[in-house]
C-alpha cells in the first residue's frame, strides 16, 4: 500500500501561486539576499529574490528613461511612519541617506511613509541600518502583510487624537511579522531593544511561512474629515467620541478659544469597516475596486484583537492561487460581510454593537497654513504648526522651489515634530510664534509657496527680509490653486516597473491646464480632488477622486469621474484611452456644464455623478 501523503502535498502545491511556493520556501524571508549583499560583483537581487525584499521594505527599480546600454538597477527604500509620526532626528538622517545614496529627494507617499529612490546595492545595508538605529524600521512596509497603519495627522484634536495614535501603534506592533531574517541580514542578528517597531520575539507568529495571500492596510480616522480615505482599505477604525459637555460660557471669548483649547471627549470605541482596496486590472472583469463595509461598533479596547481576528482571516480564506484574486476585499464581496462579522466575533471574542448609527465624514484633504495647537490660546508660550503642500509628495530642490534645502533648514534650527498626511503634504508642529515670521522668511527665500489660512506671521517682516536677501529660488508669491493642493499622483515612470505610462511628471501640465479652464469659467476658487496614476492598481487612490486620469497606455488614460469630495463612493468610467494632450479638452463640455448647471453648493463630483451616471438632468 502506497502513501498518498506526497501526492497530496503536491497536487496541492500546484495550487498554488508562484509567489505563494517562493514565500513558503524561502526560509523565513531570507532567500539569497545576505550571497548578493556579500558578493562585491552583484548589481541586482535575482527574480525570487526580488520579491522576497519587498517584506523587508524594499523594491528593486530600473531607469526606465535610460535606453542605452545596460540596465541600471537601485532600490526604492521604503520606512514605517505609524500615523505619518516623523521625530526631527529622523527627518534629517532621510534627507541625508537621499543625498548620500539616493536620487536626491525624498517621496512621501499617500500611506504616511518616506521612500527613498535610487539606492545602489553597494550602499544599502547602511542605509536600512542607519533606519532602524533611528528607531524606525523598513520591516514590513511592503510585501503579503500588513502594511504602514495610518492615522489623522494634524497634531490638535485633544485627547481622542492622542488616544487613537496609541491604539495605531499598538495595532502595528501587535501584526508586526517576527522576521528574524531581517534583523540577521540588515541588522547583524542586532535585536532592536527600544523604539516603536521593537520586535517581540516572544509573541506568536501570527503569519505563518507563506505570510497573508497578499498586502493588508489599515486606517483611523476621526469624523467628519476622512483625511485617510478610510473605505479604500482592508480594515478602518472611525472614532465614536463621548464624554464631551457643553461649554457652560458663551461669550465671543470664549468661543474663540474653544478652537484652540483641548477637547474634552475621550475616545469610547470604533466603527469598524472592512473590504476596502482599489487595485483592478485592466479588461479583467474579475478585479475592481471596492470600498469598505460596515462591521458594526466595538469597544476602544477591543482594536487590536479586532485587527488580528481579521488578518488571521485573510489568512486563512485568502486567494493563494490567483494573486489578482487575493485582496480581502473579493473574499468579503463573495461571502458577504455578515459571515466576515461573524468570523471576526468568533476569533476575536468581540461582540458587534449593530444598531448604532455608524458616524458620517465630510470632507477629505489636508488643512494648510498655519494653525494655534491645542492650548495655545491659554498659554504663555503658544505653539503652533504649519501644514506645508508638497506637490506629489516630492520633496526636491528644483528650479524655483528649493523645498528640500528649506524644510532641512526649518527642521534643524527648531526640531519641530512632524507629521506626513496621506495627502502626501508635511506638518511642521510644536513651533513658536517667532517661527511664523523667520520660518516664512526661509521658505520664501527659497521660492517655497505656502497655501491656507494664516500663512505667515509677521507679513512685513517677511516680505521686507526677503527683499534685503538674495533669494535662493523664486518669489513665492501665488499660492496654489484649491484644485492643485488637492492632486495626488503615484511616481510611476520612470522608476516604477508596473507603470504603464507618466502620473507625477504628467500632473502639473495637466494642473496648468485645467486651473486655466476652470479659470476662465469662474470656477478658480473650485476645490475638485483630481488624481493620476501611471497604471490602474491605485496607488495614488484614483477611484475616490472626483477626477481621476488613469494609465491605459503609453501617454493615455481612461477618465474616471463622479466621487464625492468626502470619499464616500467610487466613481465610475467615462471615457477610455484619451491622449494627453486631449484630456483637459475631453473634460471641457462636464466643466462648462458644471458652471452653468450645478445646484447650490454642489461639489463636481456629485455633479458628475448626477448627470453622467444617473440620467438626471
Not at 500500500?1 to 517562493?22: H, V, Y
Not at 480594515?235 to 465614536?240: H, Y
Request: positive net charge.
Amino acid at each position: 500500500m502506497t502513501n498518498s501523503a506526497p501526492a497530496a502535498a503536491a497536487a496541492e502545491k500546484e495550487k498554488l501561486s508562484a509567489n505563494e511556493i517562493l514565500k513558503a520556501e524561502s526560509n523565513g524571508l531570507a532567500g539569497t539576499i545576505a550571497r548578493t549583499l556579500a558578493d562585491p560583483d552583484a548589481e541586482k537581487f535575482d527574480a525570487g529574490d526580488e520579491q522576497l525584499i519587498k517584506f523587508h521594505g524594499l523594491y528593486q527599480q530600473t531607469d526606465r528613461d535610460r535606453r542605452d546600454g545596460p540596465r541600471r538597477h537601485s532600490v526604492m527604500v521604503r520606512t514605517r511612519q505609524t500615523g505619518g509620526v516623523v521625530t526631527a532626528e529622523q527627518y534629517l538622517l532621510y534627507d541625508d541617506l537621499a543625498s548620500r545614496f539616493g536620487n536626491g529627494t525624498l517621496r512621501l507617499t499617500t500611506r504616511q511613509t518616506v521612500q527613498i529612490h535610487g539606492v545602489v546595492l553597494g550602499n544599502l545595508r547602511e542605509t536600512v541600518r542607519a533606519i532602524n538605529e533611528a528607531l524606525s524600521t523598513t520591516l514590513a512596509t511592503a510585501g503579503d502583510v500588513n502594511r504602514n497603519v495610518i492615522a489623522p495627522p494634524e497634531p490638535r484634536g485633544g485627547a481622542v487624537r492622542e488616544q487613537l495614535r496609541a491604539d495605531a501603534f499598538t495595532v502595528t506592533k501587535a501584526l508586526l511579522p517576527n522576521a528574524t531574517a531581517y534583523h540577521e541580514i540588515w541588522l547583524d542578528r542586532r535585536k532592536i531593544s527600544e523604539g516603536p517597531y521593537a520586535p517581540d520575539y516572544g509573541a506568536p507568529d501570527i503569519y505563518g511561512p507563506a505570510m497573508l495571500p497578499r498586502k493588508f492596510k489599515i486606517a483611523f480616522a476621526i469624523p467628519p474629515r476622512n483625511d485617510t480615505d478610510l473605505f479604500t482599505n482592508d480594515l478602518g477604525f472611525v472614532a465614536v467620541t463621548t464624554g464631551a459637555p457643553k461649554p457652560k460660557r458663551r461669550t465671543k471669548k470664549a468661543a474663540a478659544k474653544a478652537e484652540t483649547k483641548p477637547a474634552t471627549e475621550v475616545l469610547a470605541g470604533y466603527d469598524v469597516y472592512a473590504g476596502g482596496g482599489l487595485g483592478m486590472t485592466h479588461g479583467n472583469a474579475a478585479t475592481f475596486p471596492r470600498l469598505a463595509d460596515y462591521c458594526g461598533r466595538i469597544r476602544r479596547a477591543d482594536a487590536v484583537a479586532v485587527a488580528r481576528a481579521a488578518v488571521e482571516i485573510h489568512r486563512d480564506f485568502g486567494d493563494r492561487a490567483n494573486r489578482r484574486h487575493a485582496r480581502l476585499k473579493y473574499l468579503i464581496d463573495e461571502r458577504g460581510i455578515t459571515w466576515f462579522v461573524a468570523e471576526l466575533e468568533a476569533r476575536s471574542g468581540v461582540k458587534f454593537a449593530r444598531d448604532a448609527t455608524p458616524e458620517s465624514f465630510a470632507t477629505t484633504g489636508d488643512n494648510f497654513g498655519w494653525h494655534l495647537q491645542p492650548g495655545g490660546a491659554d498659554s504663555a508660550s503658544p505653539r503652533y504648526f504649519l501644514t506645508l503642500p508638497v506637490a506629489s509628495g516630492r520633496i526636491a530642490d528644483t528650479t524655483g522651489s528649493a523645498l528640500k534645502t528649506a524644510l532641512r533648514k526649518v527642521v534643524e534650527k527648531w526640531r519641530p515634530a512632524i507629521f506626513l498626511t496621506p495627502s502626501q503634504n508635511i506638518i511642521l508642529a510644536n513651533l513658536p510664534h517667532r517661527a511664523r515670521t523667520e520660518a516664512g522668511v526661509i521658505f520664501l527665500r527659497h521660492g517655497v509657496k505656502l497655501a491656507g489660512a494664516g500663512t505667515g506671521g509677521d507679513a512685513a517682516t517677511i516680505a521686507r527680509a526677503a527683499a534685503n536677501t538674495p533669494a535662493t529660488g523664486a518669489t513665492g508669491a501665488g499660492a496654489p490653486s484649491p484644485t492643485r493642493l488637492a492632486a495626488l499622483a503615484c511616481p510611476a515612470l520612470p522608476t516604477c516597473p508596473l507603470a504603464i505610462t507618466e502620473a507625477e511628471r504628467a500632473l502639473p501640465e495637466i494642473l496648468d491646464a485645467l486651473e486655466a479652464e476652470l479659470a476662465a469659467l469662474g470656477l478658480a476658487g473650485e476645490k475638485i480632488n483630481v488624481r493620476i496614476t501611471g497604471c490602474p492598481n491605485g496607488c495614488a487612490r484614483p477611484y475616490t477622486a472626483e477626477i481621476a486620469f488613469i494609465g491605459r497606455g503609453a501617454n493615455k488614460y481612461n477618465i474616471h469621474l463622479g466621487a464625492t469630495p468626502a470619499g464616500t463612493a467610487l466613481n465610475a468610467l467615462w471615457r477610455e484611452a484619451v491622449p494627453l494632450a486631449e484630456l483637459v479638452p475631453t473634460l471641457r463640455p462636464v466643466l462648462r456644464d458644471f458652471a452653468a448647471r450645478r445646484r447650490p453648493a454642489e461639489p463636481f463630483g456629485v455633479f458628475a455623478a448626477r448627470t453622467l451616471f444617473e440620467g438626471v438632468v
